[in-house]
Structure formats: C-alpha cells, structure tokens
C-alpha cells in the first residue's frame, strides 16, 4: 500500500510556504525596528505622547468651538422668536371686547353701547373743519406784503429862467394812494440850466410810471420833460 504522505499535497507547494516564512520574519523585523525590542516598548516614546498630546489639544479645541457655535446658535434663536412672537403675543393675549347679547330687537336699535364708525367720522371731519377755520381766520389776520418801488425822477425845465423852487412846489401837489415824495435836489445839466432830481416810492398795484409822467408834464409851463433816472423793487 503506498504511503499516504507521498500524495500529501503540502510537500508539492514547499516553495510558497517558504516564501511566507521569509515575509513573516521581514514583517516581525520591522515591527521590533518600531517598538524596539521583544517586549514591544516604543523606541521614542516622548514622540509618540507629544503626538497623542497634540491631537487631544485639537480635539478638544475643537470641541470648545462647537460648544460656542451651538450656544450662539442657539441665543441667535431665542431673539428671532422673541423679535417675532414679542409684537403678536401680548395682542393674541388680550380678550377681544364682545358687544353684549341685546335682550330683544327693540333694545338693539335704541341704544348703542359703543358707537358707531358714523359718528366717529363726523366728529373727526367736525374736528378738522375746526382746525381749518382757526387757520384761515389767523391767515387773514397777517398784513399782505404790498409790493413797492423806489424811483428817481429827472424833471427837466425850459430854460435857466425856469422857476425851480415853484416847479418841485407843483410836482409835490401831485397826490394819489400809494404815491409818497422824498427827497430832491437841483443837479446842473449845462448852460446855466438846472433839472430837478425827486425821489418817490410807489404801491406797484396803484401807481404807474404812466401815471407819474402825465400828471408831471402836465405842468406844461414849467416842466419840459420827465425821465427816469432809477427804480428799484422795494
């Protein structure tokens, strides 16, 4: 009978299993190059701690973080719902006033407890109406401004003979409302012959520089002519 370990298939596949023997040795090499040793202490053990040190600092750091962010988070949510639920709550809270149940029909129609939305705006318009009136009665008090101008005349004569005292004497006779005189004086023109310089001023809406040249030269034995020599918005 043949011997059963000459058909065993471990001896035909010797080779492979020499091959994983060599890794074994190779892998337990480095390992012992590590840990230095047999009895697997580190071979650096303050580099090992410094690392293990460093990554629980980070961690927890980490930790703090995300603690602050959930606590601000969480602060950030407490103010938004007061922000929002702070205007609609007190209103939600308070009781709606219900107008009482009438006792019959004839009830309702005489009186009304609360008014009604009518009443409210008439007393609102009578109010304003009030209001209104007050104004334009203390508007119409306030003087309206009058619009004026200031004016220098030159009123000229025939000749040097000319009476000049008389002249000014005839342009001052000229009154009307709104027509005020001021000053005058005599300012030479040549040859002997002097004009008369007035001043006036004038209500716009009254009196015209028409109306000043007419009544002026109508004073035809003294005055020539008349002539403005200024005018100014007062």
């Not at 000053?183 to 001023?201: D, E, H, M, R, T």
Request: charged share 35%; net charge negative.
């Amino acid at each position: 009978m043949a011997n059963p370990m000459m058909q065993d298939s471990v001896w035909t596949k010797q080779q492979k299993y020499e091959e994983a023997e060599a890794l074994y040795q190779q892998h337990k090499g480095n390992c012992i190059q590590i840990f230095g040793g047999s009895g697997g202490a580190p071979a650096d053990n303050s580099q090992v701690m410094n690392r293990v040190s460093s990554l629980e600092k980070e961690n927890k750091d980490l930790k703090k973080v995300v603690e602050d962010m959930k606590s601000l988070v969480q602060k950030l949510e407490n103010r938004v719902t007061k922000l929002e639920g702070g205007s609609s709550a007190p209103a939600a809270q308070a009781p709606v006033p219900k107008k009482p149940a009438p006792a019959d029909d004839d009830d309702d129609d005489d009186i009304d407890l609360f008014g009604s939305d009518d009443e409210v705006d008439e007393e609102a318009e009578k109010i304003r109406q009030e209001r209104l009136a007050a104004y334009e009665a203390k508007k119409s008090k306030k003087p309206a401004l009058i619009a004026k101008s200031s004016l220098l005349l030159d009123v000229k004569p025939w000749d040097d003979e000319t009476d000049m005292k008389k002249m000014e004497q005839e342009v001052r006779k000229i009154t009307a409302d709104g027509l005020l005189w001021g000053q005058a004086k005599l300012v030479p023109i040549g040859y002997g012959i002097k004009k008369l310089q007035i001043n006036c001023v004038i209500e716009d809406d009254k009196i015209s520089t028409d109306f000043l040249e007419e009544e002026i030269t109508a004073i035809e034995d003294l005055v020539q002519s008349m002539d403005i020599a200024a005018f100014n918005k007062i």
